[in-house]
């Protein structure tokens, strides 16, 4: 490949099919693919070469799909308890709190609950709560929320279902409507905040 | 079927809903406007060509289409001496996330009913005109409302929609073939006629305020909504209360007055951007009787050389240039 | 229309421009397309959309996911599956059309995933499903293939990742004679109608259906005469995207 159409590529916008390079010339990555040997756009968007490493991928011009990928933050909501240790997830939206284009249920762990020993999910999370979670595998989708920006942004009462307050200095939250007292995994993004 | 109260809501909204109350305690709603202000709204009268009747209505970015479609039927066994209305209404999947391809159901059926009660009982529509013969044939017009993009407020966008569509309708004419009466779709030989008016102001209740036009968060927080239908001489002609929530008797009042006036706005778009494609249509009708349309008209300005079919062959694709283009094909 | 039985001329030797040439009822050349539009993104809900016409034909297709499949059952573990509805509106057609699905719909449905199915790179998301859903909003002949250039447009604007792009077009035997793009008075009395959606960068085929009977020698005409069109409608799906990224970047 000439240098000359080496920089004719790098920036261009191209759309799905396009041809762009052959094997020989790059490793292809994200937002390609190849058919017969040779290296095609898969979405419309800009194409980025990676010169050294001699990688070549394209990268969305409108955000990108949201699809669960290890590492990312969401957020969901508890949907099931099926055991004492593993509690469902489905999560709703991205970290900016996009719309997902539907949900995907995830899989939160005994383990990935918390960083203190606990003997069961109930100790940090009820059915219903809103959490902040990051994703840990993607296949299957399992979550954590053991990092202290993670875990329960809102949470409802158990008894009357109103909103739950964290208030400063008290590690539980409290309802204000009925009185009562929950604990949970509180994470730094929770919600509602009684200052007063 | 049974109407069970909506489990699976969009929980988003509820979440904000303390940031859009604190809002609606100043006045102000979440995307800015004020209390009783609609988003823009715009009406596309005849968007479907081959309908009888048509418009696109957009208010923000709720989209919703309307149809009007006649057909010739017999007449109800009770009504011998009317023509028959009906109103559908559907939320299309391409509409929202949360809209699943099947049925209409109870929302879809709702929205259809309430249209068709407010557009029967002030009498829209003169029936009594539609008769071709009595008791045997009559005009049969269905109004299709379709839901093509759903951000809050479908029921005032729908019943807009059918309003317009209505209006913009024209007949198709009509043949009699031996006792046999068959539409002649070829041609449009004047206007449906419409006696009145008629928009809705659907009025939401969200914490104890009262706001028109929801967006789709506004609307899934509202504890509850009432569909107001208004005429251009200021009657009411429909109502519904919608929603899991209740109203009293003072906010009943101030809703119907919020909705009197604001119908003056939207019966203001509707003569704009309608009542005008109407009265030209109407000119047309009164110049030339009626408007042809379909058929095979040939362009008359080329000199035909022969008349009749022309013989079968695969010539007229003989000058077909093939340019293969993006990059090379597989067989290459 | 109203059915009189007798079949109208289609097709005329006119002298234009001083030579003879064949013309079509509404005044095209055989091998001429209708007037085409295409507009991307035209609905806010959806994660793509695109609006396409053919003419009178008008077709809407919004795209929502890839997502997670529902229920559960309904997941492949190496792929994303996809489900697609082809409906037309009650008002869509001369006579109205009932809302519910009728036969051709639902066979329509499965054409079109299975043209689509070809080019979508479905195994990126296994245990995922996509939703394609296209509404005919306005009916004059060749609705599947409008629907299948929305769609692959569709899924294209939503950002999921396609070998190609798909553009269909209709070609067919009138008066004896091949024609491109036919519309609903061609279709109807057409001695052929033959739909054809190609993934043009890979030279695939990915729909092909005929309703009627040709020669070997006018299939392979009409293949090559489909090819045509759907290479200008590929260049037109492609500038429709293209215009829309350039309103991004204005926003942006």
């Known amino acids: 490949m000439t240098a000359a159409r080496l920089q004719k590529l790098e920036g261009k916008i191209v759309l799905p099919g396009e041809p762009l390079a052959t094997i020989e010339e790059f490793l292809p990555e994200e937002g390609v693919y190849v058919d017969n040997g040779v290296i095609r756009a898969a979405i419309y968007g800009k194409v980025r070469i990676d010169s050294r490493n001699k990688r070549i991928r394209v990268e969305p011009i409108k955000a990108t799909l949201k699809i669960p990928r290890r590492g990312e933050i969401y957020y969901g909501f508890v949907s099931g308890i099926i055991r004492e240790d593993l509690a469902l997830i489905k999560l709703v939206f991205d970290s900016q709190m996009e719309r997902l284009s539907g949900t995907f249920t995830g899989v939160l762990h005994l383990s990935q609950a918390s960083d203190r020993r606990i003997e069961s999910v109930y100790q940090v999370i009820r059915l219903g709560d809103f959490v902040r979670v990051q994703v840990v595998n993607e296949h299957p989708l399992l979550l954590s929320i053991k990092q202290p920006q993670l875990g329960v942004v809102a949470a409802f009462c158990s008894n009357c279902g109103a909103i739950l307050y964290r208030k400063p200095g008290i590690d539980h939250l409290v309802c204000k409507r009925c009185g009562n007292r929950e604990l949970r995994k509180v994470s730094t993004y929770y919600m509602f905040v009684d200052r007063g | ?332 | 229309m109203v059915v009189s039985g007798e079949k109208p001329t289609l097709i005329r030797k006119v002298v234009r421009d001083g030579k003879e040439v064949l013309v079509r009822h509404d005044g095209r050349l055989v091998d001429q397309m209708r007037p085409i539009r295409i507009e991307v993104g035209v609905l806010s809900n959806a994660d793509g959309s695109a609006l396409v016409e053919y003419g009178g034909t008008r077709v809407i297709a919004a795209v929502y996911g890839p997502k997670e499949a529902m229920p559960k059952y309904m997941s492949l573990p190496d792929r994303a599956i996809l489900r697609c509805r082809y409906h037309m509106a009650p008002f869509s057609t001369a006579e109205r059309k009932t809302p519910a699905l009728t036969r051709r719909e639902v066979e329509l449905s499965k054409v079109l995933r299975e043209a689509l199915e070809p080019v979508v790179l479905t195994e990126l998301f296994p245990r995922a499903m996509i939703d394609v859903f296209v509404e005919v909003i306005q009916s004059d002949g060749g609705t599947r293939t409008a629907a299948i250039t929305a769609a692959s447009l569709a899924l294209a604007d939503a950002g999921v990742p396609l070998k190609d792009l798909v553009a269909g077009v209709a070609v067919g035997k009138v008066d004896g004679v091949l024609v491109l793009d036919l519309d609903e008075i061609e279709d109807n009395y057409a001695e052929a109608d033959m739909p054809v959606a190609m993934a043009p960068s890979l030279n695939q085929v990915v729909l092909l259906q005929m309703n009627g009977v040709l020669t070997l020698e006018e299939f392979h005409a009409a293949l090559q005469l489909a090819r045509k069109g759907i290479l200008e409608i590929y260049r037109l799906q492609k500038e429709a995207l293209r215009r829309k990224y350039a309103e991004v970047k204005v926003e942006g």
Do not use: C
Request: no cysteine; net charge negative.
């Open chain 2, 1 to 332: 079927m049974v109407s069970i109260t909506p489990w699976e809501q969009p929980v988003m909204p509820k979440l904000k809903r303390h940031t859009i109350a604190s809002l609606l305690a100043k006045g102000v709603r979440i995307d800015g406007r004020k209390l009783e202000q609609f988003r823009p709204v715009d009406i596309t009268p005849g968007y479907i060509e081959r309908a009888e009747g048509s418009a696109l209505v957009k208010i923000g970015n709720t989209m919703v289409v309307a149809g009007v479609k006649m057909d010739l039927a017999e007449p109800f066994p009770d009504t011998p001496n009317e023509g028959i209305l009906v109103v559908n209404a559907e939320f299309m999947p391409i509409a929202s996330p949360y809209i699943e391809p099947g049925p209409p159901d109870e929302n879809a059926i709702e929205l259809a009913r309430i249209i068709d009660r407010s557009l029967r009982e002030m009498r829209v529509i003169p029936l009594d005109k539609l008769v071709i013969e009595p008791g045997k044939i009559v005009w049969r017009i269905y109004v299709d409302v379709y839901v093509l993009n759903h951000d809050g407020n479908v029921t005032d966008a729908a019943m807009l929609a059918a309003m317009a569509a209505l209006m913009a309708a024209r007949m198709p004419g009509l043949v009699k073939e031996g006792d046999e009466y068959k539409v002649d779709r070829t041609r449009y030989v004047g206007l449906l006629p419409v006696n009145h008016r008629v928009v809705s102001v659907t009025i939401s209740k969200i914490e104890n305020r009262l706001v028109v036009d929801p967006n789709y968060e506004e609307e899934t927080i509202a504890d509850v909504r009432l569909f107001i239908a208004v005429s251009e001489d200021g009657r009411i002609a429909g109502l519904q209360k919608m929603g899991t929530g209740a109203l009293t008797l003072a906010e009943i009042d101030k809703a119907i007055n919020i909705a009197i006036n604001l119908s003056k706005y939207l019966l203001n778009v509707l003569e704009e951007k309608v009542g005008k494609y109407r009265a030209e249509l109407e000119k047309v009708f009164a110049e030339k009787k009626e408007i042809v349309i379909g058929g095979v008209p040939h362009t008359t300005s080329e000199v035909v050389v022969e008349g009749q079919p022309v013989e079968s062959s695969v010539e007229g694709v003989g000058t077909v240039a093939v340019e293969n283009e993006g990059g090379k094909s597989r067989e290459e």
